[in-house]
Antibody, heavy 116, light 111 residues
Framework: EVQLLESGGGLVQPGGSLRLSCAAS????????MTWVRQAPEKGLQWVSS????????YYADSVKGRFTIFRDNSKNTLYLQMNSLRAEDTAVYYC?????????WGQGTLVAVSS | QPVLTQASSASASLGSSVKLTCTLS???????IAWHQQQSGKAPRYLMK???????NKGSGVPDRFSGSGSGTDRYLIISNLQSEDEADYYC?????????FGGGTKVTVL
């Protein structure tokens, strides 16, 4: 079964750090770019970051540039998002997604709450 | 970078059809867009990609009542024979060399 499974979300204080993981299965992970998308409470979808198939190129939304780092381990079929200097406005459900190729896939999401 | 504009809401009766529009910013009329459905409390689900020519490619398992088309800077999602489970938010998405963009979403209500 084609699947993306996120983990690592939780409650963190402002200024803190969190690392999200996304385990992929059922498709050839290493040949696709991967993406993180977030959704703040009662808001729409917002692109956060993308990474190319071999991890050589990474791209970030201006709102997270310099604070978040996307990376991947193709030997483990896993995508990551390292989030530092977290702010209240980073509170959201974070989705891992394959938005490239013939059929796109979304994970179920993991909730990140930034609050003191 | 491209900008995507969607109406905030749409409604139609059970069994009827609804046509959702996603408008690309000028200068980006050749862009392919994707449609995603998000039912309440659930993760988004990919529906299809729509090209400027109007051709579209649906994801696996997407019902036949969902179709797409396009004209100029507009990309459409058409839902025929509307069902109760089609009540959801629908987002369009596009991309260029270094970023992805989502429209604001259209909330579809089935009357």
């Amino acid at each position: 079964e084609v699947q993306l499974l996120e983990s690592g979300g939780g409650l963190v204080q402002p200024g803190g750090s969190l690392r999200l993981s996304c385990a992929a299965s059922g498709f050839t992970f290493s040949i696709y770019s991967m993406t993180w998308v977030r959704q703040a409470p009662e808001k729409g979808l917002q692109w956060v970051s993308s990474i190319t198939d071999r991890g050589l190129n990474t791209y970030y939304a201006d709102s997270v540039k310099g604070r978040f780092t996307i990376f991947r381990d193709n030997s483990k079929n896993t995508l990551y998002l390292q989030m530092n200097s977290l702010r209240a406005e980073d509170t959201a459900v974070y989705y891992c997604a394959k938005l490239e190729g013939a059929s796109n896939i979304w994970g179920q999401g993991t909730l990140v709450a930034v609050s003191s | 970078q491209p900008v995507l504009t969607q109406a905030s809401s749409a409604s139609a009766s059970l069994g009827s059809s609804v046509k959702l529009t996603c408008t690309l910013s000028s200068g980006h009329k050749s862009y392919i867009i994707a449609w995603h459905q998000q039912q309440s409390g659930k993760a988004p689900r990919y529906l299809m990609k729509v090209e400027g020519s109007g051709s579209y490619n649906k994801g696996s398992g997407v019902p036949d009542r969902f179709s797409g088309s396009g004209s100029g800077t507009d990309r459409y999602l058409i839902i025929s024979n509307l069902q109760s489970e089609d009540e959801a938010d629908y987002y369009c998405e596009t991309w260029d060399s270094d970023n992805r963009v989502f429209g604001g979403g259209t909330k579809v209500t089935v009357l």
